[in-house]
């Protein structure tokens, strides 16, 4: 079964400051790839995702994760974090070949100092 | 382009209580999941609707959990009886068909005391 890794639960960066989140899966395939934020008393709003193709994707609110196959990672970056990105974020996993469904990792709680 | 919609945004209940939520999905989106998001921990997938049939409900809790998707639209989720540790946000999520990609609602916070 496939299963996600998020292995920090919270991180704390000043405002413009880089920013980097780890996430690593596990699957016998090539995944589909995703990261989600969450902010307090929301839903899970899409960042970007990763299907096939250029292993460096561009995400909304300018967010990007690289996929890397050898170290089965999807770290999500931001060269300047601004005050409004802290919240939670979700690194996901999604299966090739139908069914659709989504494994989350447990997330990371993002605090931005001003 | 309207979003997934869920309700109630928040619900508490008493052990042993029922309680049902109900979701109505992005317009023409084949695909509906239920995910469970205990607090401290990521979204669990409790139950996939394809149209109106299931998927997957592997990890749902069937003595108590049921849920249904009349018509291939809207859908209804319930808890019966209530247990303390049903706590948690219950997601609602739709997906067009053959996309993996999901488009989440608010959620429903349900309290059970």
Redesign the interface.
Known sequence: AQSVTQPDIHITVSEGASLELRCNYSYGATPYLFWYVQSPGQGLQLLLKYFSGDTLVQGIKGFEAEFKRSQSSFNLRKPSVHWSDAAEYFCAVGLTGGGNKLTFGTGTQLKVEL | EAG?AQSPRYKIIEKRQSVAFWCNPISGHA?L?WYQQIL??????LI?FQNNGV??DSQLPKDRFSAERLKGVDSTLKIQPAKLEDSAVY?C?S?PQ??????????T?LTVV
């Open positions: 997934v695909t999941y401290g921990q990521g979204p669990k997938l996939q998927v997957d997601l999520a997906s053959g996309n993996t990609e999901a488009f989440f609602g608010q959620g916070r």
